[in-house]
């Protein structure tokens, strides 16, 4: 089956960065869009970036200059740079992908990592 296993998340001073990871593994036959959610305590969760297999981002307005999605499609991965963090980045961050495997075309979600800004 597949999985979508988050890596990268922590502790970081406002002002500073992290670099998120998601992998993806299982019986693959294509990848479709992948993206980055958030969801902080008591809030919803909301959509962060994305990436098309063409290479095409959207971003939330909270993040547009500061956050930069990217992914390697040979190895199945996405990554998120965060970059100049502030409190309110503080989330648990999910990995979401548009996965077609030998169970069909579905999408995928991770199971988070936690990412905490100090002020």
């Known amino acids: 089956q597949v999985q979508l296993v988050e890596s990268g998340g922590g502790l970081v001073q406002a002002g500073g960065f992290l670099r998120l990871s998601c992998a993806a593994s299982g019986t693959i036959f294509s990848i479709n869009t992948m993206a980055w959610y958030r969801q902080a305590p008591g809030k919803q969760r909301e959509p962060v970036a994305s990436?098309?297999?063409?290479?095409?981002?959207i971003y939330a307005d909270s993040v547009k200059g500061r956050f930069t999605i990217s992914r390697v499609n040979a190895e199945n991965m996405v990554y998120l740079q965060m970059n100049s963090m502030n409190p309110e980045d503080t989330a648990v961050y999910y990995c979401?992908?548009?996965?077609?495997?030998?169970?069909?075309?579905?999408?995928?979600w991770g199971l988070g990592t936690q990412v905490t800004v100090s002020s």
């Open positions: 979401n992908a548009d996965i077609r495997g030998n169970l069909g075309r579905r999408w995928y």
């Open positions: 990436i098309t297999s063409d290479g095409i981002t």
